[in-house]
C-alpha cells in the first residue's frame, strides 16, 4: 500500500520563484527521505529528516516534519530552470527495511 | 556521483525471451534493492537483499528473480518475458545499520516487450 502521497502532483513555476511540495503519509515512521528524479534517469537522495526532527536544511532546500499530521514539506528557494524534475518522498517504517515511496511532484521551472 | 551501475539502460525484446538486468555496485553496501517504476508513478519494491545469499520478495509480486552470490552484484532475471513486464527496473544500494538511511540509485533500466 502507498505510504506517501505528494501534492500537488504537477508545479510550473518562475525561475526564482519558490517550490513547495508537500507528503503526506500514513503510519508511523523512522525517517522520511526526498528523492529528485531528472526525466528517465534514476534518482537522486536530496535529504533525510528523522522523525524526531522538525526542520532540517541543506543549500535551498528547507525539510519539514510533522509527525502529529504526518505530513512533510520540501521547499526549494530561488528556483533554477535546472530544478525541473520530480520530487519524491519516501518513509522508513517501523520495520526498518524497505523504503516506501509517493507518486511524486512534477516541478516545472520556467526560464 | 553513486557507485551503482546498471546495463543494459534500454532493452527491446520480443515475448518469450529470457533477459537479465545487470546491478553493480563498488561501496561495499550490504543492502541492495530492485524497485520497478512506470512512466509518472511511484516506485514499487520488487525485491531485496541483505547480503550474500540473502534475497527476500518486495511488496510489488513479480515473476522476475534475482541472486545475490557477491556482495557487489544483484542481477534480477526474467526466464520468460511478456508485454505487461514493460517497464523501468531501477536498482539501489544503501548502508549496513540498523537504521536504514539514504538510498544510492542506478541510472535504471528500461525495458520494452514486444
Known amino acids: 500500500s502507498q505510504q506517501g502521497e505528494e501534492d500537488p502532483q504537477a508545479l510550473s513555476i518562475q525561475e526564482g520563484e519558490n517550490a513547495t511540495m508537500n507528503c503526506s503519509y500514513k503510519t508511523s515512521i523512522n525517517n522520511l527521505q526526498w528523492y529528485r528524479q531528472n526525466s528517465g534517469r534514476g534518482l537522486v537522495h536530496l535529504i533525510l529528516?528523522?522523525?524526531?526532527?522538525r526542520e532540517k536544511h541543506s543549500g535551498r532546500l528547507r525539510v519539514t516534519l510533522d509527525t502529529s499530521k504526518k505530513s512533510s514539506s520540501l521547499l526549494i528557494t530561488a528556483s533554477r530552470a535546472a530544478d525541473t524534475a520530480s520530487y519524491f518522498c519516501?518513509?522508513?517504517?517501523?520495520?526498518?527495511?524497505?523504503?516506501?515511496f509517493g507518486k511524486g511532484t512534477l516541478l516545472t521551472v520556467n526560464p | 556521483e553513486a557507485d551503482i551501475y546498471q546495463t543494459p539502460r534500454y532493452l527491446v525484446i520480443g515475448t518469450g525471451k529470457k533477459i537479465t538486468l545487470e546491478c553493480s555496485q563498488t561501496?561495499?553496501?550490504?543492502?541492495m534493492y530492485w524497485y520497478q517504476q512506470d512512466p509518472g508513478m511511484e516506485l514499487h519494491l520488487i525485491h531485496y537483499?541483505?547480503?550474500?545469499?540473502?534475497?527476500e520478495k518486495g511488496d510489488l509480486s513479480s515473476e522476475s528473480t534475482v541472486s545475490r552470490i557477491r556482495t557487489e552484484h544483484f542481477p534480477l532475471t526474467l526466464e520468460s518475458a511478456r508485454p505487461s513486464h514493460t517497464s523501468q527496473y531501477l536498482c539501489a544500494s544503501s548502508e549496513s545499520g540498523l537504521d536504514l538511511g539514504e538510498l544510492f540509485f542506478g541510472e535504471g533500466s528500461r525495458l520494452t516487450v514486444l
Open positions: 519516501a518513509t522508513v517504517g517501523g520495520s526498518n527495511y524497505k523504503l516506501t
Open positions: 529528516i528523522r522523525s524526531n526532527e
Open positions: 537483499s541483505y547480503g550474500v545469499n540473502s534475497t
Open positions: 561501496m561495499g553496501h550490504d543492502k
